[in-house]
């Protein structure tokens, strides 16, 4: 009897004990330069940092497998974080300009593939060496920096900052000017919503003190606008709509990069984030206003369109760079408004023909081109009588969709029952299903890791991040299992496996692509569990976004985070207990173990006893204690029936499981 | 296999057609969705990202809305085909999402449960499918599930598989239940419908599912038919039972998916072949019967059941590929293999290896980032006595000169009889068991054939027999004590 050794990779052993249908085989070839990293190991971390540096120094040009490779590393080491980020930015620092941009991409990668602990890491630093770099490099690797750092907009597993708002606006304000100072930052998207519709063609140009806008800038958004329209074109190949866009945007990037005055730069700015179907939302987002909202807000009173399906990004969504551009993980969920849409629609419809001449005919007004875009696409219009806003019928079908979850579902219901055929062998062969629609482009978010849809009302965005965070979670734990080694699990008890199905009476974690399973999934319990807990969040006090806190359990440092949603600043993974703040995580943690937290604290608190006056009138939410009360109790014994039937009824309380943690699930739950 | 470097070929579907691949053992292939929208089996495909195909792995991307694929390896066989059922297909997934849609309405408004003719209208969809070999019902049941999943209603419908020669998300010689809450994914035909869960964190619900099951030891069907029966109606009053008290679970409804000797009405078949969709119909109360390619079947349904249920012909798949025996046996080692080992396949040559691959570059396989399949199984030695093992309905293979003069083999088919390990000819080596759930604590509510109602809690592989010693030794997924428990072998054996 042998066994598979464990430590053995992957792909690299064969079936040993095969018979003839597992031939023997070779690991693929791979260049020696990278190929080697599977050999590593690393005796301690001196041994490691002079490795990793090495190898960094070998990462001259942009090379996809020696990034990869070099963010694989970096993810198996996790216990030596802080080296890799030293190692790196040294290596940044230190390196000739041409071969900067090469290890940006590679803290890129580390960044959004293992964000934590590496984007949390490079937060610090990353704004002094974003800019030191972008100052000494030339203009094409500066176009490429500007390029990933639209990324990091969403770049986080939440679809967030990548390393915060504050980094991501410090950096923006830097390159791209502007007044994006902290309490406009969040006045901004406010103002995005409420301001009068008729004033908006004016806003950029018009408002006083605004620092000028450079043609980089302009660029940039450009740029974000048409990979968005490439995306959908993408998505859809036959959206002609989409295709005209591309080729206008294309047209008008050559007019830009020849040279515009500033009055036109403002111009164009103003009809790139007008014509952008997701000019408020996070990727979309003019410059100057890093926050803004992924999400329609419900209260604002404009219908919302939905165009074709969109993606939403997730966590590793990084795309690498061997082609010129790098393309952002970006698209969020557009909004629009009317007047955008039309607009939008007149220049979409414009002949090809008419378009194709405008860049002979440089210098050009550039204002009057947009103009004349849209002029002759109302006029040519005439093709199809329908109004402008309203394309084809399988396009524009979701657009309708009210943003109200109620309304939401009685039109799916409705579509459903209308569109469902009879039950006989005939009438299932008569016409085409309705399922493109209703499985794709009615569901346009769409997680990047696993594919799951969900609406874009508030319970499908909802459902949507903490599905997204289950993700983060599991790759959390499969990051930090590694090696330890897995085993099937016995099934379940008969018991449990009646009971499975009503553990959730909606049926929410299910839907979300995610269950936590009973015995041989306690893995993913916990996993759960900690996705519960790193969704919650703490109402940072007005006045203290820039203080510091640390957990006094991990010392780590709390970072503030923007929340769009509500327009406050909050601490994610976060509780407030006894007017101290901790990580929700770490506190859940030593809860399982009073003593422990006792012995943690003990020090602490005999350290310092002072209590921050601001916390303790910090706008409590209700969720903000709920983590450790099930444990009041005592030890987290659960409340297990053995041997008879845990039936519970479906309105009632969860039922128990092998796992000591049902009470506290269902707290999380409720709370989040 | 030749080493030769696979160049990644791009092939671009029109809407509403498939592109069909069967693999070589030993060869694999990735599929990444360049643009457009696609879907394999009725799970979505994410753009960008690397699926992997293994293990003989025959499988279908089909889209909807037309898209380009870049396939790097060498499938034996691969064409593109617009002569895809997915129309039928798609429409029976409308019809039945009405029925959930209408039961869940029924069941807002507090209406009475029932089975009358009545309240046949808002019933949820309790789907038995039928057809003869290779007509693609597993194809089927797994894309009417996968829509069902997608539909962001929070649907979790049941997959039941009564066919013990598939193994659905366990192994074959079972017949079992299990939720499905996300898409089934495919990349090997050792889990056609679904995974099993293990301690490995999963980001799909389906590669950790949660099954119940049957033990009926044997891949054909006229082996033992009284016991299946008994089986498929334990396996249909828990589901029933499970329901009761999950609503929605319940009104996502049924799909089950049956063996091909449900529908061949040949020779002395006939017989139990009828009992055996009798029992599925009243164990699981089904109230639509899709026969898929077999109009004979559909003639006999319509006849015995359109009463009370909705029989439909449903088209068969062009895509739907022969399974010769031989295929049959490989995939059963493959998912032996992968119950205790997990999964291991070569990559198509030259592509990056999976360990050395970030994140970043969207491997994936059965949804899964990289490495998440490897188990380690135990091995461990233990006494004889340790462990009960039973028979069922069958005699140890003694030879007949060792019956007592003028003694017969006289066995029910549903008598349990005890095997000893320590008798030559035991046929316990390198056998496959069902270690079974404890009997009833209350020893007054025990019986003969309880053992016979015992749901499986998992399977261990006898590797050695140690008789001078009385030991032997055992392959299990994990480290665990036998001392009392009771198992059940059937014919299937596994040699690593
Ligand atoms: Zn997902
Ligand atoms: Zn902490």
Redesign the interface.
Known sequence: ?S??P?SQ???????A???????P??????PSY??V??AMFYADPTHFRRDYTARLGQLTFNSR?HI??L??IA?DYTRYADIVVQCVEQHIRRAPPHTKLPAFYLLD?MS??VFDPYARLFAPVVVRLFLDTYEVVDQATRHKMEEMLGTWRTGAPTGRQLFGVVAQQAIEREIWGGQSTQSVVRRLPVLSHRRPRSTRGKQNTSRPGQAPISTAQVLSELEFVLSSKERTL?????DKQAATHVQILQQLRKVVQAGVPQDDLGQILTQLRTISPAAPTVAQAPPVVPISQPYPSSSSAAPYHYPT?V?LPS??????PISPSYPPSNPVLPKAEPAEISSLTSVASAPVASTSTLPSVLPINVSSLFNKIMQTGVLSSSASSTPPGSRSATQREDSAAPSDTVELAKE??NT??T???????V??????????Q???SR?PG??????????VDAS?KKRLEEHLD??F???R??SQ?NGR??????????D???????AD????R??V???A??K?????EA?QRDAELRAMRVVVPPGDETKSFSCPICKEILKPEFNEDDEEWVWRNAVLKDERIYHATCHAEAMLSKTSLATRLKEETGRSRSQTPELLRSPARANLSLPGEPMKGGSPSPSKLV?SKR????EGSVSSRDSPTPPMKKVALSAA | MSERLAVPREWVLNAESEYRFELDPGTSVAIKLVRGQAEIFGAELVEGKTYFFYEECKAAIFTWQGCTIEITGQPSTEYISDETAMNAYGNIHLALEAMRIRALDRTKSNQPQGYGSDSQSSEPPRVLILGPENSGKTSLAKILLNYATRAAQDWCPMLVNVDPGEGASMLPGTISAAAIPAPLQTSTPAHRLGRAATTAPTHMTSNSLLPLAYWYGHAEVKRNPLLLDRLIRNLGENVWDRHEDDTQGRVSGVIIDTPSSFAANTGGNADHRQALIKACVDAFRINVILVVGHEKLNAEMQRTYAKHITVVKVPKSGGVVELDAPYRSRIHKYQMHSYFYGERFTLPPGMPSLTSAPAAAGYLVGGEQIMDFTLAPSSFVVPFGDLTMWRIGEETMAPSSALPIGATRVVSEMQPIQVDPSQAGSGLYNAVLALLASPNPDESERYDEEILDLHVVGFIVITNLDIPNKKMTVLAPTQTSLVGKTAIVGTFEWEE
Request: hydrophobic share 35%.
């Open positions: 009897m066994l598979y464990q990779g992957y792909a690299q052993v064969g079936y004990h095969a018979g003839p249908a597992y031939p085989h070779q690991p693929p070839p791979q990278y190929g990293t599977q497998p990869q490779s963010s694989m993810q990668a959004k593939n993408q998505v859809n190949p036959y399906p993606t966590i590793p969504s990084a795309s690498y799916y219901t459903v029952l569109s469902a055929p009879k039950l006989t062998s009438d299932i062969l008569k016409h085409k299903p309705a399922v493109a209703l499985l794709y569901l769409q997680c990047k890791q696993c594919g799951l849809r969900f609406p499908g289950m993700h979670a599991q790759n734990k499969a299992a080694g897995y085993n099937r699990s016995w099934f379940v008890s008969i449990d496996w009646l009971n499975d199905g009503i009476p909606k049926g929410k299910r839907a692509g995610f269950k399973t009973v041989g999934g306690a893995a993913d996993a041997g039936k519970v009824d479906a």
